[in-house]
């Protein structure tokens, strides 16, 4: 359906898509200057959920908000140091990544304290161990550097 949804305070419903190819993009240029009105595709979302909720009434007036996010390339979060000594990022997530928190903040801990301590995470990529699931994980996967993830699904699903 091109579309996820979840529930939202004051009995509504959060509606996102996954860019279907049938939905027109638009890429903004200036973040600071962009349509915040409710377009029709807003509608089209309303829509694509009654089709899951046949019951769902649409309101004659749609109501929400509009706002940006930040992607990568792939869709795939970096969590890095930055190319300015001392200065690190966690970013591109589109907001998907906010369960993963706690352990990104493990992961951007262990890249800092080690890098803080001259460790060059771009020669040498830091390896971070999941403590609850007992394996390493090899943080060159969300390098800044790193190759475009072609088995991304290129979508907020990540």
């Known amino acids: 359906m091109g579309a996820y949804w979840r529930p939202e305070v004051g009995n509504h419903i959060l509606s996102g898509s996954e860019d279907s190819e049938c939905d027109p993009q638009e890429w903004i240029d200036n973040p600071d200057d962009f349509n915040r009105n409710l377009t029709e595709q807003a509608r089209a979302q309303a829509y694509r959920l009654s089709l899951r909720i046949p019951d769902l009434r649409i309101p004659n007036q749609i109501q929400g908000v509009v706002d940006l996010y930040d992607v990568t390339d792939d869709w795939m979060p970096i969590y890095d140091k930055s ?4 200065f690190y990022m966690a970013v591109g997530t589109s907001g998907n990544q906010y369960k993963n928190a706690p352990v990104v903040g493990k992961m951007m801990t262990e890249i800092i304290t080690r890098c803080q301590a001259g460790h060059d ?3 040498d990529p830091v390896v971070f161990h ?3 699931l007992d394996r390493d994980i090899n943080l060159k996967f969300y390098s800044r550097l790193r190759e475009i993830n072609e088995e991304s699904s ?3 699903l990540g």
Do not use: T
Request: charged letters at 25%; zero cysteines; aromatic letters at 8%.
């Open 83 to 86: 190319d300015l000594q001392g």
């Open 121 to 123: 995470h771009d020669i």
């Open 130 to 132: 999941l403590e609850h």
């Open 154 to 156: 290129f979508s907020v």
